[in-house]
């Protein structure tokens, strides 16, 4: 096997200097993430919880999550089609499998967003303007649909009051507001807006499913509703891009929750461990297309893709 010409040649955002720095960044404050969760963990027990994880909840979490960003690319290629990208959906999955491969595995090098913008850009011959506001705008509305349930979450595990009130009121003005801001800057992408926030919210649904099954393969049955809001608030934190694929943030955010609502520590960090080798597991179904290209050219398939020289 040999990695195919095009995505080898494929430029790299930034200098070098400056992606070696950040990786440097990512790997430092994961390193620190993870130590301070591992003075708030037995290691120990952590060692024996996972010796006895239900492996058949263990796979449907695996498979939820793997449902999930199969949505996922759907949504994102509605983004496409409003700027004429006509990917078909299968093409579409291959390049959102290898970015998701790139962006926890390759977090020094070419990001998986930023491949799939510059694939894109040279093969439909878009502004960098517009893949890139397509990518951006995916990730979104990924975070407003999660922001949501995160919410609802929060109303459940509190039932009701001041707070609650305050927290779902901004997430539904949330919404509107969001719908004005793709309105008034990104117009282009507005015809899909409610489809792709409908998506947004299957997909943030099957990961909320994927982690009860991982709470399941663990045997947790009290504080279930207190281990969903924990992680809904810990994957927000995980989109921001200071650790290498989330880890060390997620389980941070796992301990102080587990502080919060006094659950065990090294159960909580645990279930957070499973959701990330989940993570891992689905993102590994990328590899291929590093060696096997997503998007080939001088293929006669009617799309509107062309051979960049």
């Known amino acids: 096997m040999t990695m195919n010409n095009e995505t080898a040649v494929l430029p790299k955002p930034g200098s070098k200097t400056k992606n070696i720095l950040k990786l440097l960044l990512k790997i430092l404050v994961t390193a620190v993430c993870l130590f301070y969760v591992s003075r708030k963990v037995d290691l120990e027990k952590t060692s024996v919880i996972l010796k006895s994880v239900n492996m058949l ?95 609802l979450s929060w109303v459940v595990v509190f039932k009701g009051g001041y707070y609650s009130t305050l927290v779902m009121t901004g997430a539904v003005v949330g919404i509107p507001v969001y719908y004005f801001v793709v309105k008034k800057w990104f117009a282009k992408f507005l015809p899909g ?53 989330g880890l060390g943030a997620r389980e941070v955010i796992f301990v102080w929750g587990a502080s919060l609502f006094v659950l065990d520590n090294t159960i909580s960090v645990t279930a957070s461990l499973l959701f990330y080798i989940v993570t891992v597991g689905a993102s590994l179904f990328g590899l291929p297309f590093i060696f096997i290209d997503p998007l080939p050219p001088n293929e006669n398939t009617g799309d509107a893709v062309s051979t960049v020289k």
Not at 135 to 145: F, H, N, T, W, Y
Request: charged share 10%.
């Open 193 to 245: 807006f409610w489809s792709t926030l409908g998506w947004g919210f299957a997909v943030q649904f099957l990961q909320v499913a994927c982690m009860w099954c991982i709470l399941q393969a663990l045997s947790i049955t009290a504080g279930t509703n207190e281990y969903v809001l924990i992680f809904l608030i810990s994957s927000v934190f995980a989109v921001l891009p200071f650790t290498i694929g």
């Open 57 to 151: 909840w263990l796979l449907l979490a695996l498979i939820s999550f793997i449902v999930s960003k199969m949505l996922a690319s759907v949504r994102l290629n509605i983004y496409f089609r409003n700027i004429d990208i006509r990917l078909p959906e299968l093409k579409n999955l291959k390049l959102y499998w290898l970015g998701m491969f790139y962006n926890l595995f390759l977090p020094g090098s070419i990001g998986g967003d930023a491949y799939k913008v510059i694939r894109l850009t040279r093969e439909y011959k878009q502004p960098y303007r517009l893949t890139t506001s397509a990518v951006l705008l995916d990730r979104i509305s990924g975070l407003a649909a999660l922001c949501f349930f995160a919410a």
